[in-house]
């Protein structure tokens, strides 16, 4: 249930996809990276992915594909045992009232596996990027790319039990379905707050300059910019 309702809340909706790369991209340029870098680099990744190219079958080899957020916390059945349940039923008294819903459930999940794809590929994509980095800019052996893009992109699969529970029961208050990214992306943050705050100046500036800008632009102060968003609704 738990996995339905996230697969509903990230791959299947077209703002969470969005968000997933502009975060992702927000922490390969706290890795490091610069923005230019990063556009540079996934570019790159996304050609290496398209032509199976030496890199992405390396970090296939080191299990790419089965420690991202898809593999690890949506639904991932796969076509193949799909097809063995549904001809289980075949000649079962039960069959016309079972075979249907077996159907279903096969469109359904078959649905839900390519949305995860889609954002599986963007974080393969991402993860790669960084691996390339590294190689190129830090000398990083591939394995140490690897590792590098594992820090900052996260290894979904190395969780503690207790926050492989949260994120899976469905019981209230238990139940915490999307902790794994603030377990894995908090460390990062401190890190980079401990060791090069600067690069985290452009993201604590960017609300007071678009305030500034929008006040600008339509020639209010800051006065007026703050009494427009208590008007605004909250989701605004």
Do not use: C
């Amino acid at each position: 249930a738990t996995q339905y309702f996230k697969a509903a809340k990230v791959p299947l909706n077209p703002s969470t996809q969005i968000r997933n790369v502009l975060s992702n991209g927000i922490m390969l340029n706290l890795s490091g990276m610069s923005p230019a870098a990063v556009i540079a680099y996934t570019a790159k990744a996304a050609s290496d992915i398209a032509r199976n190219g030496p890199n992405y079958r390396f970090a296939k080899s080191m299990g790419l594909t089965a420690s991202g957020f898809s593999e690890q916390e949506l639904i991932t059945i796969t076509r193949e045992f799909l097809d063995y349940g549904r001809k289980q039923w075949q000649g079962h008294p039960a069959a016309p009232v079972a075979v249907p819903a077996v159907m279903l459930k096969h469109l359904v999940d078959k649905g839900l596996s390519k949305a995860g794809d889609l954002y599986q590929f963007f974080e393969g994509v991402m993860k790669i990027a960084k691996m390339m980095h590294a190689m190129e800019k830090n000398g990083a052996s591939r394995e140490d790319g690897y590792l590098e893009a594992q820090k900052w992109l996260f290894d979904y699969s190395e969780v503690p039990s207790t926050i492989r529970y949260m994120r899976n029961t469905p019981i209230p208050f238990a139940s915490a379905p999307f902790i794994t990214y603030s377990y894995k992306a908090l460390p990062r943050i401190l890190e980079v707050a401990a060791t090069k705050p600067w690069r985290l100046a452009p993201y604590v500036a960017l609300p007071y300059a678009v305030s500034a800008l929008f006040a600008m632009l339509y020639g209010v102060d800051n006065d007026d910019v703050e009494k427009l968003k208590t008007a605004l609704p909250e989701w605004m």
